[in-house]
């Protein structure tokens, strides 16, 4: 963190949900790219989206994993959607599951925005099955 203050709990808690989604290696990268102008913003998210969000337990990470692919292609974000499509491979989301999530992108935002993103998570899985874990965006 930026300044003296310990790591609140919720932080503790979102930088070990982030590792067990996102990997280490991403999120080690992400740690090193970080400068004082943006940590602010990476310990929102840490705090928000991984330590609050993705923390509950009301629904599995699978489930997460296939409602964030989905948001993400709808709003057409296309380097978290190839993040989120990589993370599959820690939160149990099969490749069905990230298919039929991007089926209702189609029906309930558009044809264009999973045309793009089923390109995009083909893409992704290829890498994949190449064994290139990828960059990508530093969430």
Not at 96 to 111: F, K, R, S, T
Request: glycine share 8%; proline share 3%.
């Amino acid at each position: 963190m930026a300044d003296a203050r310990s790591p609140s709990d919720r932080y503790r808690q979102g930088m070990s949900t982030r590792r067990k989604v996102l990997g280490d290696a991403h999120v080690d990268r992400a740690s090193a790219a970080s400068t004082p102008f943006d940590q602010p913003f990476q310990e929102m998210i840490t705090e928000g989206a991984w330590g609050t969000v993705w923390s509950r337990s009301g629904i599995s990470k699978r489930e997460r994993s296939m409602i964030t692919i989905a948001l993400l292609a709808a709003l057409g974000h296309d380097e978290e959607v190839a993040m989120h499509v990589r993370a599959t491979a820690n939160t149990g989301a099969s490749r069905e599951d990230v298919c039929e999530a991007l089926m209702h992108v189609a029906i309930y935002a558009g044809v264009p925005a999973a045309n793009r993103a089923f390109k995009i998570a083909k893409q992704v899985f290829e890498q994949m099955d190449a064994g290139d874990t990828g960059g990508g965006s530093h969430d």
